[in-house]
């Protein structure tokens, strides 16, 4: 399949009517009676380092790709992402709603935006590695994708499905 057309699926599967829907689930126990911070996002909240369960190794290329581009998480899990850059760009991960990736992607073609200095992202240079700590605390499909220009639309996007 081009890459195009895989795209243009992604993003008709993600603007269907079950994205439109609010498609998370409601929050465990232990996360709906802690206080809700202002900083949480619909998938999660900045995680913990010294909880983090799990670490995941993603890997940036130049052919606009993550590998991994799937990837399960359970509810509640706090998640340490390495995320190595071996390409010769400048790549970044930010987590995200296919909504907010896609409004972000369109921002930064029109103006460059700093995102590795906001918990749910890292940007990261030829060779180099970043890091992440999320906790993810509600079931849903999320998404992380590459917000250097041209970057998202030429499909730099991976999935992460929380149960
Ligand atoms: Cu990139």
């Not at 380092?49 to 706090?78: C, H, L, N, W």
């Amino acid at each position: 399949m081009q890459r195009t057309s895989l795209l243009s699926l992604i993003i008709v599967i993600a603007c269907g009517p079950a994205a439109g829907a609010q498609r998370s689930v409601e929050p465990p126990d232990d996360v709906r009676t802690s206080k809700t911070r202002a900083a949480d996002k619909p998938y999660g909240r900045e995680g913990d380092p010294r909880r983090a369960k799990r670490v995941i190794r993603i890997d940036m290329s130049d052919t606009m790709q993550y590998f991994p581009d799937q990837i399960e998480v359970k509810r509640g899990d706090t998640v340490r992402f390495v995320v190595r850059n071996s390409g010769e760009l400048p790549h970044e991960m930010v987590l995200g709603t296919m909504e907010e990736l896609k409004k972000h992607a369109a921002a930064t073609k029109r103006k460059a935006t700093a995102h590795q200095s906001l918990p749910h992202a890292t940007r990261v240079g030829p060779g180099g590695t970043g890091r992440l700590v999320w906790q993810f605390t509600r079931a849903g499909e999320f998404y992380f994708g590459c917000l250097v220009p041209g970057h998202f639309d030429a499909g730099m996007i991976g999935t992460i499905v929380v149960r």
